[in-house]
């Protein structure tokens, strides 16, 4: 079974930056989209950024100019460059990886999700 791990996670103050990084434990036929969700209290999740097999990038408004998504060539680590944080950023943020375990099995993982909180 895929899991991902996460880590990155933290305090920090407004206006500061963080790095989120998420591994694959295990190489996969085909991945499709690596990407962050949040979550914050209260809240349903929602899509932060997303890169696809072709490098396309997708992103939430509330993130754009602000948040930079990547991945690593060999598409086992996903990263979440994340600068000039705001309050509105804190959530406990989830790496999700779509794609092929075999040439038949497509299936959408998710990490553990890691806590970001910016304090004002």
């Known amino acids: 079974q895929v899991q991902l791990v996460e880590s990155g996670g933290g305090l920090v103050q407004a206006g500061g930056s963080r790095t989120l990084s998420?591994?694959?434990?295990?190489?996969?036929?085909?991945?499709?989209?690596?990407?962050?969700?949040?979550?914050?209290?209260?809240q349903q999740r929602e899509l932060v950024a997303t890169?696809?097999?072709?490098?396309?990038?997708?992103?939430?408004?509330?993130?754009?100019?602000?948040?930079t998504v990547s991945r690593?060539?060999?598409?086992?680590?996903?990263?979440?460059?994340?600068?000039?944080?705001k309050p509105e950023?804190?959530?406990?943020y989830y790496c999700n990886v779509q794609g092929y375990t075999t040439v038949t099995d497509h299936d959408?993982?998710?990490?553990?999700?890691t806590q970001v909180t910016v304090s004002s």
């Open 89 to 92: 950023d804190t959530a406990v």
């Open 51 to 67: 890169i696809n097999r072709g490098g396309a990038t997708n992103y939430a408004d509330s993130v754009k100019g602000r948040f």
């Open 108 to 113: 959408s993982f998710w990490g553990q999700g």
């Open 22 to 42: 998420c591994v694959v434990s295990q190489s996969m036929y085909a991945v499709i989209a690596m990407g962050w969700y949040r979550q914050a209290p209260g």
């Open 72 to 85: 690593d060539s060999a598409w086992t680590t996903v990263f979440l460059q994340m600068n000039s944080l």
